[in-house]
């Protein structure tokens, strides 16, 4: 991955500094990541680089508020990092593993945390289902993976006993979660609502889906 410049993505907003703080240098540097490589290779759409802050970065950032400390997380069909290697950056104390079955996206994700130096982030080349049975993780992340009742089957295994999975989810949040009940007492989950964060920094609000592994 060739030296990213500043040009391509937009100026940091003051929001991003009070919610980032000491990793701002890094998270500016992973907005040009995504304003350059992962839209050259078709990880994100052009687009979507006008709005990468608010639509992206700190909307994925706001979810490390639900996280507890030194937690080890497995963010599942990652893509381009979002919300993984957001959450690595804001919480060095996190312990990430990002799960994705494609090869040019992890071959993306694998140069990201080297040229943002993440010690904290690592890559697994896999679909989540090929994990079950073999890692378990204090919580369990996606964001925009599929409808929620497969995405309880994809998550739940993965989430040890007492372990959580947070969901990024839309407007269509209270829908999903209404098929996929079954989904949630099957894998021996409880649902512990729709939490809303980040009203006063980005609009819409976050909405993340909390299913508590019983």
Do not use: Y
């Amino acid at each position: 991955m060739p030296h990213v410049g500043s040009a391509g993505a937009p100026p940091a907003p003051s929001a991003a500094a009070a919610v980032f703080s000491d990793g701002l240098h890094r998270l500016e540097q992973f907005a040009d990541l995504l304003a350059s490589e992962a839209t050259l290779r078709g990880l994100i759409g052009p687009r979507e680089v006008p709005r990468l802050w608010d639509r992206h970065l700190l909307n994925c950032a706001l979810v490390a508020d639900l996280i507890g400390q030194e937690a080890s997380v497995c963010d599942i069909g990652s893509g381009a990092g979002l919300p993984g290697l957001v959450l690595a950056i804001r919480r060095p104390d996190l312990s990430v593993t990002l799960v994705e079955p494609l090869l040019r996206r992890t071959t993306f994700l694998e140069e990201a945390i080297g040229l943002l130096e993440l010690p904290n982030a690592t890559v697994v080349r896999a679909r989540a289902e090929d994990l079950h049975g073999h890692r378990s993780f204090d919580v369990v992340t996606s964001r925009a993976v599929a409808p929620m009742d497969r995405l309880i089957r994809w998550s739940l295994p993965l989430v040890r006993s007492g372990g959580e999975m947070l969901a990024m989810k839309g407007s269509t949040v209270q829908a999903e979660l209404d098929s996929a009940a079954a989904a949630i007492s099957a894998g021996g989950g409880i649902l512990d609502g729709i939490i809303e964060l980040g009203g006063d920094l980005v609009d819409p609000p976050v909405r993340v889906v909390r299913v508590v592994k019983g």
